[in-house]
Structure formats: C-alpha cells, structure tokens
C-alpha cells in the first residue's frame, strides 16, 4: 500500500468515526441534559468537515507534476491544514460563546448515565488519535497529523465534559453549572492545539528548516556514490509528502565535465532509490580543493 493509499484509508476511518460519534454524543448531551456533551457534538461534527477537507488535500497534493507545477502539488496541504484549523477556531468560539450563555442560565443536574457514555468515547478518542498520529507520521503527512489533533482535541473536550458532569453530579444543586464552565475549559484547549497545529503547517510553508535527521541520512547515502568526495550545502523543504533537496556534493576537481554530470545522476539516483520520500533532486557539484 502506498503513503497515499494509507493516509487516504486513514482519513475515511476518521470521517466514520467522527460522524458515528457525534451522533452519539448530540442525542446523549440532548437527553442527558449536558451541554458539555452537546460541544462535544459540535466539536465532533466540525470534524467531519474538517476530514472532508484533510482527504481532498491529500489527493490534490499526490497529483503528478505539470508544466504548471513542476515541483508538484505537495503545497496544497499545508494551506488545507490551515482550513482545518480555521474549522478548530470557528467551533472553539462557538462552543465557548454557549457555555457562557449556559453558565448564567438556570438548568436541571446532568444524567448519570452520560458518563458511562463519556467515558467510552475518551477511549475511543484516544486510541484513534494514537492511530492517525502514527499514519501520519509513516506517510509524513501534515494534514493528517492535524487529522490526528482533532482527535486528540475531542479526547480532552469529553474528559473535561466527564469532570465537569462528575462535579454537578456529586456536589448537586447548585452546581449545574460545573458542566458548562467544563465545555468552556474545553474550547480553550481547543484553541491550544489550533496552534500546535498551525506551528508546523507554516514552518512548511516558508520552507523552515527543520529535518536535520533527513540531512545526515542524505550526506551518508552521498558517501556511498563512486565518485563522491563529500558534501556542502544540503537545504530541504517538504511539499505535501515529499522532501526536495538541493545538495552541493564534491567530487575530483580534475574529472571531465561529463564525469562529473554522471557522478551527478547516480547520487540523484541512488538518493531517490535509498530515501523513498525524497522528491525532486537537484545537484550542484564541486570541486574537490
């Protein structure tokens, strides 16, 4: 299975999942008398549109190169991650604004039910967001590691739903509202992992350097290549689940020109066939002094 095909099945696992789990939480937080539960719903339903968006980046950004793009489409998930986190914000907001409404509004206890309910969507959530993390992390996808936080954001909302409701419940009257101002810790964590997510979608974006571990399996692979001497300036950037790379790589200062366009095709060669998820190549070569 390749990079695409897996992140692609992983982002319908998520789209299954968030919308089976909404579901679930709006008719329990409905007839529960939880609100915590009714932002979980929403946070939730956000979600799906968020996936929905996470599996056309996905598939946009694998499309081949053009005349157009030459370096491909890769940059397309990066600015869907971004839409995702605009979808994060917009529901942390919300989310907050009727907790506020609900704080100063009179209600009755939440169920006792609901928790049993919570309970199990905690560890739902968090396996999921296990699982998602390390897909992304196999097919180095940004979008789907922001795919990954959703579910993470989802866990924590449902852990401050089951705080909140397990106060209401054990103090009693006078506390309903205990449930509410849980939903409104929540859309504050929300709007931290909005960032944590953002971070690396822009380093992506303005080309931040930040794969100096791909840079040394680079520079050991070079060493390999008859003909190399070493190596200089190695600069990457990410596109989408690709790496492009621009290497300067020193060989023999009394070689042909040729000889050392030659030298120069098998490292770009041998680089792509050792280190998958490397893209385009581009060598510059240097003298040996």
Known sequence: MTKEQTAIKTTYFSIIGNTSLALIKGVAGYFGNSYALIADAIESTTDIFASFLVLFGIKYSNKPADKNHPYGHGRAEPLITFLVVGFLIASAS???HESIINIQTPHDLPKTW???VLGAIIIWKEISFRLVLKKSKETNSSSLK??????RSDAITSVAAFIGISTALILGKGYESADDWAAL??????LYNCYLIFRPALGEIMDEHLYDDLVVEIRKVALTVNGIKGTEKCFIRKAGMK?????????DAN???????????DLKD?????????????????PNE
């Open 114 to 116: 609901t928790l049993f």
């Open 270 to 286: 041998t680089l792509r066939k050792e280190i998958l998820e490397l893209g385009h190549v581009l060598i510059h070569i240097e």
């Open 185 to 190: 810790f929540a859309s504050g964590f929300i």
């Open 146 to 151: 922001a795919d990954a936080w959703h579910h």
């Open 255 to 265: 070689i042909t020109v040729k000889e050392g366009h030659e030298i120069a095709h």
């Open 94 to 96: 919300f989310i907050a």
């Open 243 to 251: 790496y492009h790379v621009d290497l300067h790589a020193i060989v």
